[in-house]
């Protein structure tokens, strides 16, 4: 059975340092994975989306990027954390289906920047 | 433009009532999906149900149902004798084929089932 694994689960940084925030997949080839973020109290952001390696898709600007060096892993990462960047960060895979496809989230990584 | 709406932001009811959770969205599209998510406070989000836009079939798992109307646009959730298990921030989402494999996720409505 597939799994998706996130980490860590709880991270406080400074302002200005940075960020690195990895999600990997289990039990499946080729998926699509994405990165959300839901700010205290409110719904999910979609960030980024990958459909292959080394294809990345933003769908916000800001100070946040993301890689795909293997099929199953999925990084977030920041030169340099915002206090505005703080919240629920979530990932997620789906199958090639395409928009049929349900997306099946990790336990979400909670980021305080202080 | 595609778009979810959740109207009710947060909802409290006494264990063992129905409750029900509204989602209104609007497409271009006629071919779609909808989903429902459920997210307890671990944070997590839990898939719950996927239904076409072909299939306007009411469905129903356990405690837990879903009218689907199409000429509304509206695909609501309905809890029956609510347990504060089923407390949880519940996320309504739409996505539209050739989208990129995008889901449009709802804001969320909280629900609180008191003892």
């Known amino acids: 059975s597939q799994t998706i694994h996130q980490w860590p689960a709880t991270l406080v940084q400074p302002v200005g340092s940075p960020l690195s925030l990895e999600c990997t997949v289990e039990?499946?080839?080729?998926?699509?994975l994405y990165w959300y973020r839901q700010a205290a109290g409110r719904g999910l952001q979609l960030l980024f989306y990958?459909?292959?390696?080394?294809?990345i898709s933003s769908e916000v600007p800001q100070n946040l990027s993301a890689s795909r060096p293997q099929d199953r892993q999925f990084i977030l990462s920041s030169k340099k954390l915002l206090l505005s960047d703080s919240g629920f960060y979530l990932c997620?895979?789906?199958?090639?289906?395409?928009?049929?496809?349900?997306?099946?989230f990790g336990a979400g990584t909670r980021l305080s920047v202080l | 433009a595609q778009k979810v709406t959740q109207a009710q932001t947060e909802i409290s009811v006494v264990e063992k009532e129905d409750v029900t959770l509204d989602c209104v969205y609007e497409?271009?599209?006629?071919?779609?999906?909808l989903f429902w998510y459920k997210q307890p406070p671990s944070g997590e989000l839990v898939f719950l149900i996927r239904?076409?836009?072909?299939?306007?079939q009411n469905e129903i798992s356990g405690r837990y149902s879903w009218n689907f109307q199409k000429s509304t646009s509206s695909f609501n959730f309905t809890i029956t004798a609510s347990q504060v298990v089923d407390s949880a921030v519940y996320f309504c989402?739409?996505?539209?084929?050739?989208?990129?494999?995008?889901?449009?996720f709802g804001k969320g409505t909280r629900l609180h089932i008191l003892p």
């Open positions: 997620a895979w789906s199958g090639r289906g395409g928009s049929m496809d349900i997306q099946y």
């Open positions: 039990g499946t080839s080729n998926p699509n």
């Open positions: 990958s459909v292959g390696i080394g294809q």
């Open positions: 497409t271009r599209d006629t071919t779609y999906y």
């Open positions: 239904r076409n836009s072909f299939d306007e």
């Open positions: 989402a739409l996505s539209e084929v050739g989208r990129d494999d995008k889901i449009i």
